[in-house]
Every structure is written in structure tokens, then in C-alpha cells.
């Protein structure tokens, strides 16, 4: 039996929908289920903590998007179950056509001109230039290696820093806590696409602001917990960081105090970089679960010690 379950429910009933196309409305049993004794391979994002802990025959955890960090900090990691994620090549699309148009705006200050457009204010800035520009990387896996790879065709000067060193044609990679050094400093851009583990958290903080170069810019597309919040206002308000754009955060959605909301130098969206498209990943997920019944080996799996 399938179990879903979806912390956005309407995502969560297009999946059962397409999971019982796929292997009959008998097999899938969408959250909250009816049989937990029967459930054998879970679809799932943002769990309540240790739900899994409750399925006894639980094999597979297939995470319904490309991060696994809910699975690890809801306490639902289950001892024979194996972890998997999607692999999709639209989601790495996606977030460089994000990252890119986010760097542009910024480069050609179009949120300035319409903050100034406010106050019918007619005052020309200085722009920078694709080649002159330096944009870093944090984390070259799937999705990180394609946008490094992306950004580096179009004309940019491409860093990337990861655990293990890669080689990326057209990017240069770095790895260890000297390289990081190095590659932040000469940064115009800095791009998160860590995963989430405690090893990474709270890794977008003061000692890694004062090491970039006066006046980056910090796009956060990893998750929230990846920066420390007050660091970055401290960071902006002195004008260490020129700016920030911030996809993920601590609690989503945003809570209205946040300070981050009325921070002129912050702009806010609201997790949606890159968004699974079950059109393109559901056959990775069918594909998972026939591996499942038939003992071979699955797809796209997650390194549990790792946490990614
Ligand atoms: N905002 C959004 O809409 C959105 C959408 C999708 C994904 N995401 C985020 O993007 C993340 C990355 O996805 P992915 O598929 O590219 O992950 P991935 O393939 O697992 O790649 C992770 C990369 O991070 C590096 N890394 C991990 N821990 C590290 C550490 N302690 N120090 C240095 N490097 C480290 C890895 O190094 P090695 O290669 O050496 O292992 C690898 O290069 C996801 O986990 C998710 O949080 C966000």
C-alpha cells in the first residue's frame, strides 16, 4: 500500500490522484490513513514529527521534492526504510531561470527604480555587466552544478564550493574551509543551494558575510535555517551586503513581524524558486515503487548519514 502525505493539501491529493491512476484506487491511502499497518512505501512532504514511526511496514520514504531535510528534522528518518528524493532536470531549470532573473534585476537595479518610480524620482544608477560579474555557488549537487553550468554559458564568472571537490567546465570549484575563503572574496553574488544538515545549518552568518566582498548580494534558495536572520540585517544595515533576496525561511510561511518584511534591502518570495511538477517527476516515483515491489534497487536514494 502507498500512503501520502503533502503538508499543502491540495498537492497532496494531485499525487494520490496520480498514484492511483498509476497502480488502482485500492493501493494509495491519502493522510489520514486508514490502514498505517499496511503502508509500505510513503510519498511525502513535511510529515508530522515521527508520523512514520507509526507505519510498521514502512520500506521506501520518497521525498516529493529534491530536499530531504523535513524527513531528518520531523524525527521520521525510520531505521528499514530506505530514503529517496526527486532528481527532476526542470527543477534545476527552474531555479537558474530564477537565480538569473534575480542577479539581472539586481545587477540592472530594476527593484530600485521601482521603489524610486514610487516617489516619481527620475535618478540613473550604475550597472554592472554579465562579464564583470562574479556570482559563487554554495553547494554543486544536481541542481547547484546546473546552475553553476548555466550561468557560466552566458558569460558570467562562475565559482562553486562544495564537500568534494568537482570539475565543472567553465566554473571554478572549490572545496575546504581555505577555498571558501578565497571564493568568497571575490564574490558579486553569493547563490545557497546547500541541502540542509547540521552541519550546514546556520551557515550564511556573520563570520561568512565579513569574508565577502564589500557590497554582495546573498540570494538564499537552499532553506531557511541556513542563515541567521540577525546577521543579516546587522550585515546590510552596515552595508557589508548590498542586498538580499530570500526564498526560504525558518518558519513558512514568514511570520507578519518579521523584521525582514520592511527591510528595504530584502526582497521576499514566498518558496517558489523551483517547484516540483509531478507532470515531469511522477514516473521517477512510480518507478520507485515498482523497484520497491520487485527488490532492485531505488532511484535518486539518500544517504542517511549524510542527511542528504
Ligand atoms: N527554494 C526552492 O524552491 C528549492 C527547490 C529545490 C531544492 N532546494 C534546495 O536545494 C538544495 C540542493 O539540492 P540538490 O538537488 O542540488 O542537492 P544535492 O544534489 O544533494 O547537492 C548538495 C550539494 O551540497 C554540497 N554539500 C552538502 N553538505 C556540504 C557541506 N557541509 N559543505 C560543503 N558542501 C556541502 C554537496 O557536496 P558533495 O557534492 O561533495 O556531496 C553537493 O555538492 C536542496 O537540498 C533544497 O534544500 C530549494
Redesign the pocket.
Known amino acids: 500500500m502507498i500512503g501520502v502525505y503533502c503538508s499543502r493539501t491540495k498537492i497532496g491529493e494531485s499525487w494520490a490522484r496520480a498514484l492511483a491512476r498509476e497502480f488502482g484506487d485500492d493501493q494509495v491511502d491519502l493522510y489520514p490513513f486508514v490502514l498505517p499497518e499496511s503502508i509500505e512505501f510513503i510519498a511525502c512532504w513535511k510529515a508530522p514529527n515521527r508520523l512514520f514511526h507509526s507505519l510498521p511496514k514502512l520500506k521506501v520514504i520518497q521525498s516529493l521534492?529534491?530536499?530531504?531535510?523535513h524527513i531528518f528534522d520531523g524525527d521520521n528518518v525510520v531505521e528499514q526504510a530506505e530514503i529517496a528524493?526527486i532528481?527532476d532536470p526542470q527543477?534545476?531549470v527552474d531555479?537558474y531561470e530564477?537565480a538569473l532573473v534575480t542577479i539581472l534585476a539586481d545587477m540592472k537595479n530594476l527593484t530600485l527604480y521601482r521603489d524610486q518610480q514610487k516617489d516619481k524620482l527620475w535618478k540613473e544608477r550604475r550597472y554592472s555587466t554579465i562579464p564583470g560579474t562574479v556570482i559563487s555557488i554554495?553547494?554543486?549537487?544536481?541542481?547547484?552544478?546546473t546552475v553553476a553550468t548555466k550561468l557560466s554559458s552566458l558569460g558570467f564568472q562562475v565559482q562553486g564550493?562544495?564537500?568534494?571537490k568537482?570539475t565543472i567546465e567553465g566554473v571554478q570549484c572549490y572545496?575546504g574551509t581555505g577555498g571558501l575563503s578565497e571564493a568568497l572574496s571575490a564574490t558579486d553574488y553569493l547563490l545557497n543551494?546547500?541541502?540542509?544538515?547540521n552541519?550546514?545549518r546556520g551557515?550564511l552568518n556573520q563570520s561568512l558575510f565579513d569574508k565577502m566582498k564589500v557590497g554582495a548580494y546573498l540570494i538564499n534558495?537552499?532553506?531557511g535555517p541556513h542563515l541567521v536572520d540577525e546577521d543579516l540585517i546587522t550585515a546590510l544595515d552596515r552595508e557589508q551586503l548590498s542586498g538580499a533576496c530570500l526564498?526560504?525561511f525558518h518558519e513558512e510561511p514568514l511570520s507578519k513581524e518579521h523584521a525582514f518584511w520592511d527591510h528595504p534591502k530584502v526582497l521576499i518570495t514566498p518558496?517558489?524558486?523551483?517547484?516540483t511538477n509531478i507532470e515531469t517527476a511522477r514516473q521517477q516515483v512510480f518507478e520507485n515503487i515498482r523497484r520497491m515491489k520487485s527488490g532492485t534497487a531505488l532511484l535518486n536514494v539518500v544517504d542517511k548519514v549524510?542527511g542528504?
Request: glycine share 14%.
Open positions: 521534492g529534491a530536499g530531504v531535510d528524493r532528481i527543477l534545476s531555479m530564477f554554495l553547494g554543486l549537487g544536481v541542481i547547484g552544478s564550493w562544495s564537500r568534494s568537482k572545496s543551494l546547500l541541502p540542509l544538515t552541519e550546514t551557515f534558495l537552499g532553506r526564498d526560504v518558496h517558489i524558486a523551483s517547484v549524510k542528504y
